[in-house]
C-alpha cells in the first residue's frame, strides 16, 4: 500500500532554534500533503496544505513564517519549525492525499520538545 | 470551515457488548468521512470510511452509518475486544478529498474485561 515515511521519530531541541520534519511518499507521488499537530490528548488539527510546485496554504491561526512548508518535489514535503518555543511541543503529522482510490495515508509522527 | 462534533468523549462498555460513537458535520459540502484508530504515540490508523453517495458500510465487526441530511455519522462496533481500547477520531472532508480532515475531538474507548 501506500507508505509515507516520516523523519525523525522523535527530537529534543533548544529554544530558539529550528527544526526540518521530512515526509516521503516512498511509492507513490504525492501532488499534496497535508501538515497536522495534535496536542497531548487533544484530537489533529490540520495546520497546513502542501501543493507541489506551489505556495502552502495555511489554516487561520498557523504562522506561515513560524512553520516554513516546503513541498519542492513530489515525493518530499518538509515542515520546518522555526525557533521554536516550548510552546511548539508537539506531535507532528503529515498525511498524502492518495489519488483516485482517495484517502488519506499518513506518516508515523514527529513528537517535537522544545526545552 | 468544517466543523465536527464527536460524542462521547469517553466510553466505557464491557467486552462482547456493542460500542456506538456519533458525529456531526456542519458543510453539507463534505462527502468523504473516516473513521480512524489511534494508539498513544502512534499515527492514526483507518478503520473504516464512508462517502456521501452512501448510507452504510460494514466490514465484519465495525460499521459506519451516515445521515446526509442531518449531517451526522456512526461508527458501531460489535463485539467488543479488549484490543479495541484505543481513542477513536471521526473525519470529515469536502471538495472532492482535495481538502484536508478536520477531525472530532475523539472518544477514548475503554472495553472492560
Known amino acids: 500500500g501506500a507508505v509515507v515515511s516520516q523523519h525523525p521519530s522523535r527530537v529534543i531541541c533548544k529554544s530558539g532554534t529550528s527544526v526540518k520534519i521530512e515526509c516521503r511518499s516512498l511509492d507513490f507521488q504525492a501532488t499534496t500533503m497535508f501538515w497536522y499537530r495534535q496536542f497531548p490528548k487533544q484530537s489533529l488539527m490540520l495546520m497546513a496544505t502542501s501543493n507541489e510546485g506551489s505556495k502552502a496554504t495555511y489554516e487561520q491561526g498557523v504562522e506561515k513564517d513560524k512553520f516554513l512548508i516546503n513541498h519542492a518535489s513530489l515525493t518530499l514535503s518538509t515542515l520546518t519549525v522555526t525557533s521554536a518555543h516550548p510552546e511548539d511541543s508537539s506531535f507532528y503529522i503529515c498525511?498524502?492525499?492518495?489519488?483516485?482510490?482517495?484517502?488519506?495515508?499518513f506518516g508515523s509522527g514527529t513528537r517535537l520538545t522544545v526545552v | 470551515g468544517e466543523n465536527v462534533e464527536q460524542h462521547p468523549s469517553t466510553l466505557s462498555v464491557q467486552e462482547g457488548d456493542s460500542a456506538v460513537i456519533k458525529c456531526t458535520y456542519s458543510?453539507?459540502?463534505?462527502?468523504?468521512f473516516p473513521w480512524y484508530k489511534q494508539e498513544l504515540g502512534k499515527r492514526p490508523q483507518l478503520i473504516i470510511d464512508i462517502r456521501s453517495n452512501v448510507g452504510e458500510k460494514k466490514d465484519q465487526r465495525i460499521a459506519v452509518t451516515l445521515n446526509k441530511t442531518a449531517k451526522h455519522f456512526s461508527l458501531h462496533i460489535t463485539e467488543t475486544q479488549p484490543e479495541d481500547s484505543a481513542v477513536y477520531f471521526c473525519?470529515?472532508?469536502?471538495?472532492?478529498?482535495?481538502?484536508?480532515?478536520?477531525f472530532g475531538k475523539g472518544t477514548h474507548l475503554i472495553i472492560q474485561p
Open positions: 473525519a470529515a472532508s469536502s471538495g472532492g478529498g482535495a481538502d484536508g480532515l478536520t
Open positions: 498525511s498524502a492525499l492518495l489519488e483516485g482510490a482517495g484517502g488519506y495515508t
Open positions: 458543510d453539507s459540502a463534505s462527502n468523504y
